[in-house]
């Protein structure tokens, strides 16, 4: 079992910055799929990065070149640095992770393991 919790969301202006932290406590497994999700009410959940198993990192189209990732694996933690924030970017934030696998096989967006979320609003 692994409890995720998210911190760090927060009110900002546009074209501002925030860092979000997901602390993972508990039974880590081995070879682990985690990413970031974002969601509005009234809109389905939207993958935002994903970490496969191999370390390989996935940036959704609507993030790339604002959004990185980082880990402090001693923590076990998993970073969300947010730049350059946008107004349509206010959501709130969910991290996930799964169970492990094979390394062959694929993250599935159908993760297991999900934290509360953190809220992130931008102002214009």
């Known amino acids: 079992q692994v409890q995720l919790v998210e911190s760090g969301g927060g009110s900002v202006q546009q074209g501002g910055s925030l860092k979000l932290s997901c602390v993972a406590s508990?039974?880590?497994?081995?070879?682990?799929?985690q990413a970031w999700f974002r969601q509005v009410p009234g809109k389905e959940r939207e993958v935002v990065a994903q970490?496969?198993?191999?370390?390989?990192?996935t940036f959704a189209e609507f993030v790339k070149g604002r959004f990185t990732l980082s880990e402090d694996n001693a923590k076990n933690t998993l970073y969300l640095e947010m730049n350059n924030l946008k107004p349509d970017d206010t959501a709130m934030y969910y991290c996930?992770?799964?169970?492990?696998?094979?390394?062959?096989?694929?993250?599935?967006?159908?993760?297991?393991?999900w934290g509360p979320g953190t809220q992130v609003t931008v102002s214009s």
């Open positions: 996930a992770r799964d169970k492990g696998g094979p390394l062959v096989d694929a993250c599935s967006p159908s993760y297991p393991y």
């Open positions: 508990g039974f880590i497994p081995i070879r682990y799929c």
């Open positions: 970490v496969g198993r191999d370390g390989t990192i």
